[in-house]
């Protein structure tokens, strides 16, 4: 079973990361850390459930998510308007 083995995660979590540097604004980013983390989980503990991956891949990918989502800021957040010029 292929997605058991651990450096097909870890080349999926490269393939996602560098779909974020073509397409950015976070969307793949979050996929490609919980991609890495189940890469490394197998790399340690070796799982032959696919569902149990999957659900593990998708509670890390949510937990990269939110987290990233902490750290950059939340969408829609408007930007800070300067009220007057540093030349004035």
């Known amino acids: ?16 990361a560098t779909l974020e540097v073509i397409v950015p604004g976070y969307i793949f980013l979050g996929f490609a850390i919980g ?32 987290a990233m989502r902490r750290v950059f800021g939340l969408p829609g957040q408007t930007p800070k308007i300067w009220e007057r010029d540093i030349n004035d």
């Open 1 to 16: 079973m292929l997605a058991s083995v651990w450096w097909v995660w870890l080349s999926a979590a490269l393939g996602l």
């Open 35 to 66: 991609a890495a983390l189940v890469g490394l989980l197998l790399l340690i503990v070796p799982i032959a459930s696919m569902p149990l991956i999957l659900v593990i891949f998708a509670a890390l990918s949510l937990g990269a998510y939110l």
